[in-house]
C-alpha cells in the first residue's frame, strides 16, 4: 500500500516564527513530491513541488527533501494569520494515470 | 498558474435523483483528470481516474454505476452521481495536469442531498 503519512496537528506556530511541516512516504519509486494549502471549505492550491534532494525555497516557503529518508517537509518563515490552513503533502505516483497520493494533511494554526 | 473550473459550486437535491458535475480545464487540455471528494473534516479521497477516449479507472471501493465518469473531450470531464442519497453529500473536486509534474484543483462542487 502506497501511503503518505503526516501529523493532523493542529500545530500552533506564534505569528512571526517559522513553521515546520512534515510529511513521510512508503514508495521509494516516488519521483516529485508537492505541497498544497487548503482553507476550509476551499478546494487545495498548489504552493510548491520538488523533485530532487535538497532544498528548494519560493518566497517566505523552503520545501525539503530527502529521498533516502523518504522525508520531505515545508517551513514557511515570518509566519502570518493568513497561512493558517491545512497543509496537505502529496506524491506522483509517476503510473500511467499520472496519480498523485494525498496525506491526510496538517492543520497549521498561526497565534497572533 | 493554470485554471480548473467547476460547475456548478453548489447543488441541493433530494434523494433519489442525479447530479451532473463538470470539470474544465480552461487554459490546457487534459488527457487525465481526476475526480476526488472530501468529507467535512476528512482527507482528499481519489474516487476516479478520467481518461478521454476511455474508460473511467475507479479507485478501490468507488462504485462505478453509481459515480458515471464521462470524459468526452480534453478540456472536459463530467461526473454523475446517480440515485443520490443524502451520504453522497460531500465536496467533490476535480483537478487536471496542465503538464506531467503538476495538478491543479478545480474549486469544488459542495452537494448536498436532502
Known amino acids: 500500500q502506497k501511503e503518505v503519512e503526516q501529523n493532523s496537528g493542529p500545530l500552533s506556530v506564534p505569528e512571526g516564527a517559522i513553521a515546520s511541516l512534515n510529511c513521510t512516504y512508503s514508495?521509494?519509486?516516488?519521483?516529485?513530491f508537492f505541497w498544497y494549502r487548503q482553507y476550509s471549505g476551499k478546494s487545495p492550491e498548489l504552493i510548491m513541488f520538488?523533485?530532487?534532494?535538497g532544498d528548494k525555497e519560493d518566497g517566505r516557503f523552503t520545501a525539503q527533501l530527502n529521498k533516502a529518508s523518504q522525508y520531505v517537509s515545508l517551513l514557511i518563515r515570518d509566519s502570518q494569520p493568513s497561512d493558517s490552513a491545512t497543509y496537505l503533502c502529496a506524491v506522483n505516483m509517476f503510473d500511467r494515470d499520472d496519480k498523485i497520493i494525498f496525506g491526510k494533511g496538517t492543520r497549521l494554526h498561526i497565534l497572533p | 498558474g493554470a485554471v480548473v473550473s467547476q460547475h456548478p459550486s453548489r447543488v441541493i437535491c433530494k434523494s433519489g435523483t442525479s447530479v451532473k458535475i463538470e470539470c474544465r480545464s480552461l487554459d490546457f487540455q487534459a488527457t487525465t483528470m481526476f475526480w476526488y471528494r472530501q468529507f467535512p473534516k476528512q482527507s482528499l479521497m481519489l474516487m476516479a481516474t478520467s481518461n478521454e477516449g476511455s474508460k473511467a479507472t475507479y479507485e478501490q471501493g468507488v462504485e462505478k454505476d453509481k459515480f458515471l465518469i464521462n470524459h468526452a473531450s480534453l478540456t472536459l470531464s463530467t461526473l454523475t452521481v446517480t440515485s443520490a442519497h443524502p451520504e453522497d453529500s460531500s465536496f467533490y473536486i476535480c483537478s487536471a495536469n496542465p503538464r506531467r509534474e503538476t495538478q491543479y484543483f478545480g474549486p469544488g462542487t459542495r452537494l448536498l442531498v436532502l
Open positions: 520538488i523533485y530532487s534532494n
Open positions: 514508495d521509494r519509486g516516488s519521483q516529485s
